[in-house]
């Protein structure tokens, strides 16, 4: 079972920020937050991950809660592109360094003119 | 550069046939899962490769469902007698472990449709 909670949909206006948030409330110490999305009729696409400093990249910022029980993911400047189901993942990352992915229902995030 | 590809894009049979979807992973990957995603639903892991390790079967549904990776690259997903439930888009991903990050690249994915 997928170990964290996100709204089935959200809307954004093209070109405001877009906010997802994620609860993962029983987070243990050694499991990371990665987030992904899915295009239309493609397949899943990485965007940023992190433990428990805020991360940012190209593509996104993620925000951590200190206790690190929730997250949010910002899309600063929306784009119609970036319609997309938006998948919050808590993973546990072993010794080996590889584990499988645990997808919820995600957030469809619909971003219009 | 190339990413991971699947094959075929599309693919109908009729119940009771066999099916064999394939994968081709980023050259060098050690790591190759599969998923599937039924209609409105989320990814399902159905079967795990790392290196030379026994593959981690655990998601898999029945033991009409099976999967080789040969010579650590390509792998096939084989689904034998195939009933309507099976119909789904089977994703496939490998990775490759680098400073910290398991990030897992995700090919196009097959559509199978049983009907």
């Known amino acids: 079972d997928a170990k964290t909670t996100q709204p089935p949909s959200m809307d954004c206006a093209e070109g405001r920020a877009a906010n997802l948030p994620c609860n993962h409330s029983?987070?243990?110490?050694?499991?990371?937050v990665y987030w992904y999305r899915q295009i239309h009729s493609q397949g899943p696409q990485y965007i940023i991950h992190?433990?428990?400093n805020n991360e940012t990249n190209e593509m996104a910022s993620l925000i951590i809660t200190e206790d690190r029980k929730s997250s949010t993911l910002i899309l600063p400047h929306a784009t119609l592109r970036d319609t997309a189901v938006y998948y919050c993942?808590?993973?546990?990352?072993?010794?080996?360094?590889?584990?499988?992915?645990?997808f919820g229902k995600g957030t469809m995030l619909l971003v219009s003119p | 550069g190339a990413g991971v590809s699947q094959s075929p894009s599309n693919k109908v049979t009729e119940k009771g046939k066999d099916v064999e979807l394939r994968c081709d992973p980023i050259?060098?990957?050690?790591?190759l899962y599969w998923y599937r995603q039924s209609l409105g639903q989320g990814l399902e892991f159905l079967i795990y490769?790392?290196?030379?390790?026994?593959?981690?079967k655990s998601g898999l549904p029945s033991d009409r469902f099976s999967a080789e990776r040969t010579g650590g690259s390509v792998s096939t997903l084989t689904i034998q007698r195939t009933q309507q439930e099976d119909s789904a888009v089977y994703l496939c991903?490998?990775?490759?472990?680098?400073?910290?990050?398991?990030?897992?690249?995700f090919g196009p994915g097959t559509r199978l449709t049983v009907l």
């Open positions: 992190g433990l428990k």
């Open positions: 993942i808590v993973r546990e990352v072993g010794s080996s360094g590889y584990s499988t992915l645990t």
């Open positions: 050259s060098g990957h050690t790591a």
């Open positions: 029983t987070i243990s110490g050694n499991e990371y």
């Open positions: 991903a490998s990775s490759s472990w680098t400073s910290g990050n398991n990030e897992q690249f």
């Open positions: 490769f790392q290196g030379n390790s026994a593959p981690d």
